[in-house]
């Protein structure tokens, strides 16, 4: 078993790195402090082709697959610690890739290529104000009438509500179809926002992640289109399921790779801060804590490729289990923001005085990071009863 990149892989590491030092890295203090992230940025990635990196050709893509795509979050987030710009990416290319795989041929050829161009945004609303984990409870509901698609309800914590307003796009939304049939009666379809009848947006502040929106959808008799149901009537709990374990995925690359960069900040600062005539690396406790941070960020690491080479397998016709997958994913879920959080807290603890201001830039990522501590696709505590259940049996949850 080989744990290294090939030297296709490698390759393509470098090249997305070099388009985020380029494209990305002079903009990082702009995208925290004004809030957004420049549209002309959105624009560059979308002429890379970083977004389309799990979309198919036919759509503008390039079917590159999960482990690529974890690369690109993870370049992304080296590069961007706030974690803004690799939100962004991980809704495009996880929810992308589920409404390739399952939309109508006409919603797709509608939706994905502006999409995969940066051109309009494509996001997830599955959270409601009554909890996000439990998806089946979901109350939003979706009935059919004349070959239309009617919405009510309210969706919570949505990312990229501004964006979609704004330029276009909107989200694959979880909806009741069944009311008695708890998480069997849910079904997924794709509502748009900008300037749509019935549905309206606004915004919140969130303590980090500025350069994204985050709000609330209100949805009062939104009628779209028949072809925007995703799948099958009554199978959404499914296909959100397998959606989210493409974006945890995407999103635990992205814990790994701002873990990385600030790493790497500390221990060059360790190395050249003298206290009491002696570098900072030379005290046996920092030595300590940095021994520990690489295993937590190592560990991370390979649950993250390991979680990104099954999705990769399954999808191209080697099935595996979903008691794997699953148990996978949530694994990375809980490691990769746990050690990302803890690296970056450390390492701000090593500058002392400076680490606390807002020009050493390392609380960007302290602030980005712990949103996927806090619950940001899929709550710790969620994902710890994922693997339970999954080593224990359904019969035992």
Known sequence: MDFSLTE???????SVRGFCEKNIAPRTAEIDEEGEIPRTLIGEIGEAGLF??????????????????????EEIARTEISMAAAVYFVVEAGWGFLLNRYGSDRAK????????????????ASTESTGGSDIGSTSTTMTMKNGRLELNGAKAYISGVREAAR????????????????HKGLSLCYLPVKDWPGVSVSTQR?????GISNGFIKIDKAEVPGHYLIGELNK?????????????????????????????????????????????????????????????????????YKAA????????????????????????????????????KDVMMWHGAYGYTKAAGLERGLRGVASYLMGAEGAQNIMKKII??????????
Request: positive net charge; contains cysteine; aromatic residues 10%.
């Open 309 to 344: 080479s099954l999705l990769d397998r399954n999808y191209s016709g080697n099935p595996v289990s979903s008691r794997e997958i699953n148990m996978t994913v949530a694994a990375a879920k809980i490691a990769a923001p746990t050690a990302a959080f803890d690296i970056i």
């Open 109 to 124: 050829e509608e939706i994905l290529p502006d999409m995969v161009k940066g051109k309009t945004f494509l996001g997830i």
């Open 236 to 304: 959404g709990f499914y296909y959100a399921m397998e959606g989210f374990n493409c974006a945890r995925t995407l999103v635990s690359a992205a814990c790994i790779g701002a873990a990385s960069k600030v790493m790497e900040t500390g221990i060059a600062y360790i190395r050249k801060r003298k206290v009491f005539n002696t570098p900072l690396a030379g005290f046996e406790g920092i030595q300590f804590q940095l021994a520990e941070n690489y295993l937590k960020l190592e560990t991370a690491r390979l649950l993250v």
């Open 388 to 397: 339970a259940r999954d080593i224990l049996g359904a019969s035992r949850t």
């Open 8 to 14: 296709e892989q490698e390759l393509f590491r470098q």
């Open 52 to 73: 389309g990196v799990t979309i198919t050709p036919e759509y503008g893509g390039s079917n590159r697959g999960f482990f690529k795509a974890a690369l690109v979050a």
């Open 167 to 182: 330029y276009g796009g909107g989200y694959v939304t979880i909806v009741r179809t069944e009311p008695e049939r708890s």
């Open 206 to 210: 969130q303590m980090g992640r500025e």
